[in-house]
C-alpha cells in the first residue's frame, strides 16, 4: 500500500497505487526510487520491482527475476541498480536494470546481504551485511561503465545503510553490529564509518555508544543543511554530526517507539512510523528536529518507509 502525506496537518491521500490501477501492491514495498519520470517500488518476499509513473502511480511495467531484491537506486536515466540477497539460482548480487527497455539485463556478484547503495560519480558503493552464516564487513566498489566490482574496503560488523554528502565528498556508513540473538552477553558492537570514496579509504570510525550496545542502529539518514546524521536504535530516533568524537545513546530526539522513520529535507521535518491499539493498526508521526510533535495520521497499515520528493 503506497499512501501520500500531505504537508498540511493531518491529511493523508488514499492508496495512490489502488487509485491508479484497481489493484493492490502484491507486496510489502522495502525501498522507493525515481528514475527519469519512472518510479521503482521493490517488493523482497516476491522478488518483483513494479515500475510506475512517477506522476501519478500508473503501473507501467513488473519486473520479475530479482531474488530477495533490497534496495534501489538510478545512475542516470538509462540505468538503475538493485541490491539483491539471492536465493536458489543466484547468489548474493546487484541486479542492473535498463530503465528504457525496461528489463533486468545483467548481475553483478558481491559478499552476502547486500542492502542499502549509492552512487558516487561513476562508481557504486554497496554494504554487505552479511548472511546467516557470515558477517558482512565489507563495502563493494563497482564500476557503473563496466558494471565491474573494482575492489572492497573492510569496515565495521554487518554495515547496513550509506549517507552521502556531495559538498565534502564523504561517505558515512552504519554498521549496525552482529545481530544481539547471536551474542552469548546480549550486546553488540555499532560503528559509525566514514569513507573518502577519491580515495577508497576509511578515514574515521566511531564506536557507537562507546562501548558494546544491547540492540542494532539502523536507517542512517543525513540532514545535507545541518550537517545531522539521524538513525533508530531501539525504536527511538538518535542524532550526531559526522565530525563528532563520540555518539552517546543518552539523547534520543523523541521518546516515542518507531517501527521506522524518514527525513524530509525540503521542510526540516521527521516523519515516524509506529503502531496503534485502535482500529487503524499503524500511525505516522511527524515532528521536528527537536523532537516536538507537529501531527500524526492513523493509516491502515504500519509504514514500512518514506520517500520525499
Request: aromatic share 8%; proline share 7%; charged share 15%.
Amino acid at each position: 500500500m503506497v499512501r501520500f502525506p500531505s504537508p498540511r496537518p493531518g491529511v493523508l491521500a488514499t492508496d495512490i497505487f489502488n487509485n491508479q490501477n484497481d489493484r493492490q501492491l502484491n507486496d510489502k514495498v522495502s525501498s522507493y526510487a525515481e528514475v527519469d519520470g519512472k518510479g521503482f517500488l521493490v517488493s523482497p518476499e516476491t522478488g518483483q520491482i513494479e515500475i510506475v509513473e512517477s506522476s501519478s502511480f500508473r503501473s507501467i511495467s513488473l519486473l520479475g527475476g530479482a531474488e530477495v531484491p533490497r534496495y534501489v537506486v538510478g545512475v542516470s536515466p538509462l540505468k538503475a541498480y538493485v541490491s539483491c540477497w539471492g536465493g536458489r539460482t543466484v547468489g548474493p548480487n546487484i541486479a542492473v536494470i535498463d530503465v528504457v527497455a525496461r528489463r533486468l539485463f545483467n548481475s553483478i556478484p558481491v559478499s552476502a546481504g547486500p542492502e542499502q547503495l549509492v552512487v558516487v560519480g561513476d562508481e557504486l558503493f554497496v554494504a554487505n551485511s552479511g548472511g546467516s552464516s557470515e558477517v558482512g564487513k565489507t563495502v563493494s566498489i563497482i564500476n557503473t561503465t563496466t558494471d565491474q566490482v573494482v575492489t572492497s574496503l573492510s569496515v565495521g560488523d554487518v554495515p547496513t545503510s550509506i549517507a552521502y554528502d556531495p559538498e565534502v565528498n564523504l561517505l558515512y556508513v552504519l554498521c549496525s553490529g552482529r545481530a544481539v540473538s547471536s551474542s552469548a552477553n546480549g550486546l553488540t558492537s555499532a560503528e559509525l564509518v566514514t569513507i573518502n570514496p577519491a580515495t577508497r579509504q576509511v578515514t574515521n570510525r566511531v564506536v557507537i555508544g562507546g562501548r558494546p550496545i544491547a540492540g542494532n542502529p539502523t536507517n542512517l539518514t543525513l540532514d545535507l543543511k545541518t550537517k545531522t546524521l539521524y538513525f533508530l536504535w531501539r525504536g527511538l530516533i538518535y542524532k550526531t554530526t559526522p565530525t563528532a568524537t563520540s555518539i552517546p545513546l543518552t539523547q534520543p530526539v523523541e521518546t516515542r517507539s518507531l517501527t521506522n522513520y524518514g527525513f524530509d529535507p525540503s521542510t526540516a521535518t521527521l516523519y515516524g512510523a509506529t503502531t496503534n491499539k485502535s482500529a487503524k493498526p499503524g500511525v505516522v508521526l511527524r515532528f521536528q528536529p527537536t523532537g516536538t510533535l507537529i501531527d500524526s495520521i492513523s493509516t491502515e497499515a504500519i509504514p514500512t518507509g518514506f520517500y520525499f520528493k
